[in-house]
């Protein structure tokens, strides 16, 4: 059987040095905003190339929180990628402005800058990018779009941790780089987690407001703020994966070079770039007899996901709200993408077994 994750399998990698941090936290005796959250923060915005990073409780939040710290007025439009995971739109929404999707390139599965142009008007406040399976969107062109047409960027990295584009970390491009710690990410906790980075020094102090009730000083409230703070034990923990986090990208660029060099031409790899330094927090093909391919690997004991089975403006949450739109690209990925194994703990030897398989489809 190969499994297609397992974080219990994943973790236990680090299991000695998780021990020694949860025995700091636990006999430091300070379990919220105290020196482990700190501590990451530094570490964690050095790692990005971004001058602050604030740690927060989940990616939806950081991406909640972003929208909310620039006061945009309730009713603007922010340009969102429609190939993405809900909670980038769900972000938009629980901000209070109203999502205005842009169709992916069919190559990088990233929103397409050109087509961004297309869907700006007087209402367009912000751009919120993807950079969707650990490959960076097209931040030159996109930063270009924001400067010439003054919208503020915030980039959803929460699939993307030690990805570049032309050298330069994803996170760093943008007002705000947006991340998730959720367990199975590239940097993943054990538990919920997420950070605003930025180099805005105003922007990130209105982060560390909004985070903690809206407080700069205990027990004074200076705006409307939410409990978002990433705790001190996964704070930690996060510490531990952080000095790894280089090599588990290494090493899931290792399988992924054994996919794209040993996968027949009939499926469909993920594009290579020498402008992209891509860390596939997911690596798929596609093929358009899809869920027969997984049925079929599921037989030869092989597991596989699919990211993802319903894109956004079908869901039925988003009724009235994205189901106007004509998105046949985002249809299309949604309908013969396959996500294969690739986790930190699979072996060259496990990826030949499956990429075998995959062959004799
Ligand atoms: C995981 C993920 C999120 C949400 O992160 P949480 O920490 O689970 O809230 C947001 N956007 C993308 C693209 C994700 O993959």
Redesign the pocket.
């Known amino acids: 059987m190969i499994e297609y994750e397992n974080l219990g399998k994943l973790n236990k990698l680090f299991f000695s040095d998780y021990e020694s941090a949860f025995k700091a936290t636990l006999e430091s005796g300070w379990y919220i905003l105290g020196s482990q959250v700190a501590e990451f923060e530094k570490d964690f915005a050095k790692y990005c190339g971004t001058a602050h990073c604030a740690g927060l409780a ?3 939040d950081a ?1 909640i929180i972003a929208l909310k710290a620039f006061e945009f007025k309730k009713g603007s439009q922010v340009i969102l990628p429609s190939n ?2 809900i ?2 739109i769900l972000a938009a929404i629980q901000a209070g402005l109203e999502p205005v999707l842009v169709e992916p390139d069919i190559n990088t599965y990233n929103i397409d800058p050109e087509k961004i142009r297309a869907a700006i008007t007087d209402k367009t406040v912000a751009i919120v990018v ?1 950079h ?1 399976y650990g490959k960076s969107c097209e931040m030159d062109k996109i930063t270009q779009i924001c400067k010439e047409h003054s919208l503020k960027l915030v980039e ?1 990295v ?2 993307a941790h030690g990805a570049e584009f032309k050298g330069k970390r994803t996170g760093s491009f943008g007002e705000f780089g947006a991340f ?3 367990p199975t ?1 590239n940097l993943g906790a054990l538990g ?1 987690g ?1 950070s605003l980075n930025t180099n805005d020094k105003d922007l990130d102090e209105k982060v560390r407001m909004l985070r903690n009730y809206g407080s700069k000083v205990k027990y004074v409230n200076e705006v409307i703020g939410y409990n978002s703070r990433l705790d001190e034990v996964q704070a930690a923990f996060l510490s531990v994966k952080l000095k790894k986090l280089d090599q588990i990208n290494e090493h899931k660029r290792k399988l992924a070079r054994v996919y794209l060099d040993n996968i027949k031409e009939d499926f469909i790899k993920p594009v290579e770039h020498e402008d992209y330094f891509d860390v596939y927090h997911i690596f798929n093909v596609r093929h358009p007899k899809r869920d027969q391919l997984r049925e079929y690997l599921l037989n030869k004991e092989i597991k596989t996901e699919i990211h993802y089975p319903i894109p956004p403006h079908e869901q039925l949450a988003m009724k009235g709200i994205l189901d106007k739109g004509y998105y046949p690209i985002s249809e299309e990925i949604h309908k013969t993408t396959l996500s294969l194994p690739v986790s930190y703990f699979h072996t060259v030897d496990d990826i030949h077994q499956v990429t075998e398989a995959l062959n004799d489809f």
Do not use: N
Request: charged share 15%.
């Open positions: 989940s990616g939806l991406l993405t995971y909670a980038t993807v969707l959803d929460a699939q998730s710690f959720y990410k919920d997420g």
